[in-house]
């Protein structure tokens, strides 16, 4: 589904991603794993056309689009839930679903959107009880179900989530897991950015490692749970007394 070759991406002059290449299957979670700094959110950027990339191609469904912008890659099927949430504060619930929608409209497929609401209720019952609530007083895993909500709404074949958990209650984080487990058993694909590296790798089929712009490793998550290198960097002292 989606194929990455030899990417170089960064900002200005600032070369951050250096010689990426990966690949995403179909129904698959894949799990981008690494620290502060290390080029996650550049990368998801670069992909979702934010970023122009210096070289490398970036090939979605047989099309390349690494020339492409922003909006044309959401029509294709390719949605970003920004790191952050990002709602649109000001903005009712419903009303920031409706904006994520606005492919749909232009595809003419307005009798759609409607559906496709309903649809984000029954994944988040708790939107459609604040479904006329201003975004901006949602508290943090409220919006961040509203960011996924919002990404869900142009049907993308392929979700990217960046840091989803960042900054949330253990009990909310673990909802979001979850949820991100389900849209893979619903049929979409997630490519999935996290410092959660433990978390992240427990829902994952496969991962990859990045440091300081490059990948380092790639595996099974089975693999990279069992990594004493991963274990060390990413998983926490007590990792292996806690798995066993």
Request: proline fraction near 4%; charged fraction near 25%.
């Amino acid at each position: 589904m989606l194929k990455i070759r030899n990417l170089e991406s960064g900002y200005g002059k600032l070369r951050i991603l250096k010689s990426i290449s990966l690949h995403v299957k179909y129904g698959e979670i894949v799990t981008i794993i690494g620290g502060n700094g290390a080029g996650k959110s550049t990368l998801l950027k670069t992909i979702s056309g934010i970023i122009k990339p210096f070289d490398g191609d970036i090939i979605f469904n047989d099309q390349k689009i690494t020339a492409l912008s922003p909006d044309k890659i959401v029509a294709l099927g390719c949605s970003q839930v920004p790191e952050g949430r990002q709602v649109f504060s000001p903005l009712t619930v419903y009303e920031n679903l409706l904006l994520g929608g606005y492919t749909l409209f232009k595809k003419r497929k307005k009798p759609l959107i409607e559906d496709e609401i309903n649809n984000i209720y029954n994944l988040f019952p708790r939107l459609k009880e604040r479904k006329n609530q201003l975004a901006g007083t949602l508290s943090g895993g409220e919006q961040q179900m509203l960011a996924i909500g919002r990404a869900l709404m142009s049907q993308p074949e392929i979700v990217m989530m960046d840091e989803p958990s960042m900054g949330l209650a253990p009990l909310i984080v673990k909802d979001i897991f979850q949820i991100t487990m389900k849209l893979r058993d619903q049929g979409k694909t997630v490519l999935l950015v996290e410092q959660n590296a433990k978390q992240a790798l427990k829902i994952a089929d496969r991962g990859y490692v990045l440091e300081t712009g490059t990948l380092i490793l790639e595996g099974t998550s089975k693999e990279l749970l069992a990594n004493k290198d991963i274990q060390r960097a990413y998983l926490g002292k007590d990792y292996k007394l806690i798995a066993q």
